[in-house]
């Protein structure tokens, strides 16, 4: 559980750089994030706040895919945001750590 925890975390984190990349590291180095014990800890806030707006988000990109009579220029443009959605999700699965490890990170 605290690996979920941790990846958790991570997420959230990582989540937080790509709304505000106020500090970048190309090199988190061992216990540079510390691991998440409890499920008290103030820092899994943050990638619940992550998941939730990523839910919003593709909810919100699902609700403009309704069925329309529109030109097919229009349709492309309701598309579009589905699609990148589509994009930060699966560029974000394969660094996850979600299908397996990557890293030292526990």
């Known amino acids: 559980m605290v690996r979920l925890r941790s990846y958790a975390l991570i997420h959230g984190i990582y989540g937080k750089l790509l709304v505000w ?34 839910g919003i988000l593709l909810v919100a990109s699902l609700g403009v895919l309704r069925p329309t009579q529109t030109a097919s220029f229009g349709r492309a443009a309701t598309e579009g945001p589905i699609i990148g959605v589509a994009v930060v999700v699966l560029s974000f699965v394969p660094m996850s750590n979600i299908l397996f490890p990557v890293g030292t990170m526990i």
Not at 23 to 38: E, G, K, M, R, W
């Open 21 to 54: 990349p106020n500090f970048l590291s190309y090199d988190y180095s061992f216990d540079a994030i510390p691991l998440v014990y409890t499920l008290e800890d103030v820092r899994l806030l943050l990638p619940l706040t992550a998941y939730l707006a990523l």
